[in-house]
């Protein structure tokens, strides 16, 4: 499995602290009937295969035998990851609001609807920008890839929880020290 140099006890920390916070100062999954969650239902439907990564080392504060997850392993080679990823990283979907443990949603759960991006020194500032700290390199815009259901905040380009986007912003700021996760992040594209 790929090893980062985020530590366990640096993940459980980020989980601490994105635990205070939420995207919206209601329940946003009142006004979808949780949309991003139904991931174990939308992957019945043919062609889709919903799940989410663990970041690199982030599985070492999961169980595997924990039964509201399920745990696929993929090939960094087969699933188009960057050059420096080299090994299998956690797939893992999860079965639902009814089932879930709050308290351990993975990374990529917690910080979505957005997504960090890196920009260039000379890169134009795209006007899609959400959150970004003055002449940082980091900024973070709404999750730009296809989606196999709708997220009416994306849909309306709410604005989010101030809180909300400081607490994701200093995580992502912090991850990015790490080579691995810097190279995944840099990755990701911005419709401008
Ligand atoms: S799909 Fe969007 S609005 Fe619905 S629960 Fe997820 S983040 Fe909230
Ligand atoms: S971990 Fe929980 S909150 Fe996150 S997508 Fe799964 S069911 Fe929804």
Redesign the pocket.
Same mark, same amino acid.
């Given at each position: 499995m790929i090893k980062g140099k985020t530590r366990k006890n640096t993940y459980r920390a980020i989980y601490r602290l994105l635990d205070r916070v939420s #995207?919206m100062p209601f329940d946003?999954?009142s006004?979808?009937g949780?949309?991003?969650?139904m991931i174990d239902e939308l992957d019945r439907e043919p062609g889709l295969d919903m799940g989410m990564y663990l970041l690199p080392g982030e599985d070492k504060i999961h169980q595997k035998k924990d039964p509201w997850l399920s745990w696929e392993s993929h090939s960094s080679q087969e699933y188009d990851f960057p050059p420096s990823f080299q090994g299998e990283l956690f797939f893992l979907k999860c079965r639902g609001p009814a089932l879930c443990k709050r308290a351990l949603r993975p990374l990529q759960c917690r910080t979505? #609807?957005l997504q960090p991006i890196l920009l260039e020194p000379d890169e134009a500032v795209p006007e899609t920008i959400l959150y970004r700290e003055a002449g940082c390199e980091l900024a973070l815009i709404y999750h730009n890839a296809p989606l196999p259901?709708a997220?009416?905040?994306?849909e309306s380009s709410a604005r989010l929880n101030e809180d909300f986007l400081r607490a994701t912003y200093l995580v992502w700021k912090h991850l990015i020290r790490d080579p691995l996760i810097r190279d995944w992040i840099r990755r990701e594209k911005v419709d401008k």
């Open positions: #995207p946003c999954g006004i979808c949780a949309a991003c969650c979505f #609807p259901y997220c009416p905040l994306i």
